[in-house]
């Protein structure tokens, strides 16, 4: 069992930057891969990013790659998304979530999910 809590959404500029964080709580989020997904309106939740329990390998969707940083801090209990360059396309709640599985693909299968924090670039 894990509690996930983002924050860190707001408003920002096309071009700029944001950094949103989730605090976890429960079992200890080594345990975890720890992801971000994001929701914008009237779509499907996608995939967003994803590290490594060890924190040494990351995965990116193609649209974000080069421009978001995940990491994460274990002894924190925290998981960190740098955003960057960004466009009004990113526009979307974004969620942080935990999968126990630590083996196969990281673009689906969590287990925990945090409330949500919104993020709205304009132009």
């Known amino acids: 069992q894990v509690q996930l809590v983002e924050s860190g959404g707001g408003l920002v500029q096309a071009g700029g930057s944001l950094r949103l964080s989730c605090a976890a709580s429960g079992r200890t989020v080594s345990s975890y891969v720890m992801g971000w997904f994001r929701q914008a309106p009237g779509k499907e939740r996608e995939f967003v990013a994803a590290?490594?329990?060890?924190?040494?390998?990351?995965y990116y969707t193609s649209s974000v790659k080069g421009r978001f940083t995940i990491s994460r801090d274990n002894a924190k209990s925290t998981v960190l998304l740098q955003m960057n360059s960004l466009k009004p396309e990113d526009t979307a709640v974004y969620y942080c979530?935990?999968?126990?599985?630590?083996?196969?693909?990281?673009?689906?299968?969590?287990?925990?999910w945090g409330q949500g924090t919104q993020v709205t670039v304009s132009s």
């Open positions: 590290i490594r329990r060890s924190g040494l390998d990351t």
């Open positions: 979530a935990a999968r126990v599985r630590h083996f196969g693909d990281y673009v689906s299968g969590y287990d925990y």
